[in-house]
């Protein structure tokens, strides 16, 4: 005899919480938790409604997926599933705001699912006597170039010269990135995408203008292109010697593809 295919959502306050068991398949659950939805955000005052998954439970989550809900986070190792063995934990959520239909919503849900990289931009600058600025952090050992992480929703070049201010003081317009590259995973980080700029020559004046941001940043630094290397991770030494020779294009790993 098969199980009775039931949809509850038990509310609290302006919250709630959206259950099922008997389900079969993605397309009934998703029609189902659908209509719930649409009935307790717009029958009640209600202004949000939460599922939590384990991240094994494909037929759940695309249903998820198909009834306009999206995904805010994953609890790892969250639920028990055999002895010693733990699976994680998707975090799911609707708002009685959201677009749920149509294009627009489609995208929304991707947007919350769909793999996103961390976006970062560098500039390379250089005084008259060739030598390149590096940054040395109070949170790192190797030093760094000037910028950092790009913002949500901010064009690299954007967060490049934020950062550059933010950090020094030190107001640029750049231009078209001299490298693209693609960083792997390392130390604990995902993979990751960074703009590399060649910021040009700094004249006396924007030197001695220089003011360091003293929370992260512990001193600046002018190095002898030859002793990059000796400063700075090996990838980042790659792509500064890429620069500093005019190269212009994409890479992987600090390596020109192509």
Not at 91 to 118: C, H, T
Not at 153 to 172: D, N, Y
Not at 249 to 258: Q, R, S
Request: glycine share 10%; no cysteine.
């Amino acid at each position: 005899m098969e199980a009775e295919f039931t949809v509850q959502v038990q509310v609290s306050g302006d919250v709630g919480v959206v259950m099922w068991s008997g389900a079969t398949d993605a397309g009934t659950l998703a029609r189902a938790v659908s209509m719930a939805s649409d009935d307790i955000l717009l029958g009640q005052e209600v202004r949000r409604l939460e599922v939590s998954v384990p991240a094994t439970d494909q037929m759940a989550r695309r249903a998820l997926h198909l009834a306009g809900f999206r995904r805010e986070g994953i609890r790892r190792h969250a639920m028990s599933v055999d002895e010693g063995q733990f699976v994680d934990v998707h975090q799911y959520s609707r708002l009685s705001g959201d677009v749920v239909y149509g294009p627009e919503g489609f995208s929304g849900v991707m947007d919350s699912v769909l793999p996103m990289k961390r976006l970062i931009a560098h500039a390379v600058f250089r005084n008259p006597s060739g030598q390149v600025l590096l940054l040395q952090t109070t949170y790192k050992s190797d030093w760094e170039l000037p910028g950092g992480v790009v913002e949500p929703g901010e064009p690299p070049r954007v967060g490049a010269e934020r950062e550059i201010a933010e950090e020094l003081g030190l107001s640029v317009l750049l231009g078209a990135p001299a490298v693209v590259d693609w960083m792997p995973p390392s130390l604990g980080w995902s993979d990751a995408l960074e703009f590399v700029y060649d910021g040009g020559v700094l004249g006396q004046v924007a030197i001695e203008s220089l003011v360091r941001e003293e929370l992260e940043i512990h001193s600046i630094h002018w190095v002898d292109p030859a002793d990059v290397p000796h400063h700075v991770s090996p990838l980042s030494a790659r792509r500064i010697a890429l620069v500093l020779d005019d190269f212009t294009g994409f890479t992987e790993d600090g390596v020109p593809v192509g």
